[in-house]
C-alpha cells in the first residue's frame, strides 16, 4: 500500500537555526507530493508541493526535492522563526486519489 | 479564511448519541473528503465526495455515514457514539484535478464524546 514516513518530533530548535525534517515514502505508482502545515488551533494549509522526480516545491522559505531514488521529500528551511512553530505533515497522492498523509511532526522554535 | 466552512467549530456530546458534521467546499470545488484527526492515529481518511456521488472509502466505520448534497455541502453523520470517537474531524475540498494538486482545508471540527 501507500504510506509515509516523518521523523518523529518534537524538533525544538533556536531562532535561526537550520531545519530539516525527513519524510520517506511507499506508493505503488507515480505520486505526488506535499508537506502541509497545521498551526495551532487551526485546519492544516498547503506549504509546498513536487509532482514529479527532482521538483523542488518551496514556499515561505521552505524547499523540498522530490527525490524518487530515495523515495525522498525532506522539509528544510536555512533560517527558522518563532513564528514557524506548528506541525508539519508529510503527505502523497497517486493520480489524483485522496491524500495520504504521515504522522506529522510538531517544530518547536525558540527565542 | 480558507473558503472551506465547516460548523460547528466545537461539539461535546454523551455516549451513545447521534451528531451531523457539516462541510461547505470553497467555491467551485466538487470533491470533498473528510479526515478525522485523534492523537493515537494521526489523520485518517473517511471518505470522499465528488459532485455528489461517493468517490472513494477509508477508514469510515458502519456507524458513521456521510452525502453530499446538489449544492455541494456535506455531512458527516456520526452514530451511536462511544468515547473513542473523540476527535477533530477535517473537511477538505479540492477542484477536478483532485489530489494531486492539493486540498483546502477547513478548521474543523472539535468533537468530544463525554
Known amino acids: 500500500g501507500n504510506s509515509v514516513t516523518q521523523m518523529e518530533g518534537p524538533v525544538t530548535l533556536s531562532e535561526e537555526a537550520f531545519l530539516t525534517i525527513n519524510c520517506t515514502y511507499t506508493?505503488?505508482?507515480?505520486?505526488?507530493l506535499f508537506w502541509y502545515v497545521q498551526y495551532p488551533g487551526e485546519g492544516l494549509q498547503l506549504l509546498l508541493k513536487?509532482?514529479?522526480?527532482?521538483d523542488k516545491g518551496s514556499n515561505k522559505g521552505f524547499e523540498a526535492t522530490y527525490r524518487k531514488e530515495t523515495t525522498s521529500f525532506h522539509l528544510e528551511k536555512g533560517s527558522v522563526q518563532v513564528s514557524d512553530s506548528a506541525v508539519y505533515f508529510c503527505?502523497?497522492?497517486?493520480?489524483?486519489?485522496?491524500?495520504?498523509f504521515g504522522a506529522g511532526t510538531i517544530l518547536r522554535v525558540k527565542s | 479564511d480558507s473558503g472551506v466552512t465547516q460548523t460547528p467549530k466545537h461539539l461535546i456530546t454523551a455516549t451513545g448519541q447521534r451528531v451531523t458534521l457539516r462541510c461547505s467546499p470553497r467555491?467551485?470545488?466538487?470533491?470533498v473528503y473528510w479526515y478525522q484527526q485523534s492523537l493515537d492515529q494521526g489523520l485518517q481518511f473517511l471518505i470522499q465526495?465528488?459532485?455528489?456521488?461517493?468517490?472513494a472509502k477509508g477508514n469510515i466505520l458502519e456507524r458513521f455515514s456521510a452525502q453530499q448534497f446538489p449544492d455541494l455541502h456535506s455531512e458527516l453523520n456520526l452514530s451511536s457514539l462511544e468515547l473513542g470517537d473523540s476527535a477533530l474531524y477535517f473537511c477538505?475540498?479540492?477542484?477536478?484535478?483532485?489530489?494531486?494538486?492539493?486540498?483546502?482545508f477547513g478548521s474543523g471540527t472539535r468533537l468530544t464524546v463525554v
Open positions: 477538505a475540498s479540492s477542484d477536478y484535478r483532485g489530489g494531486d494538486y492539493g486540498y483546502t
Open positions: 513536487a509532482t514529479k522526480a527532482d
Open positions: 467555491s467551485g470545488d466538487l470533491s
Open positions: 465526495y465528488y459532485n455528489g456521488e461517493e468517490r
Open positions: 506508493a505503488t505508482g507515480y505520486p505526488s
Open positions: 503527505a502523497l497522492s497517486i493520480k489524483g486519489n485522496k491524500l495520504v
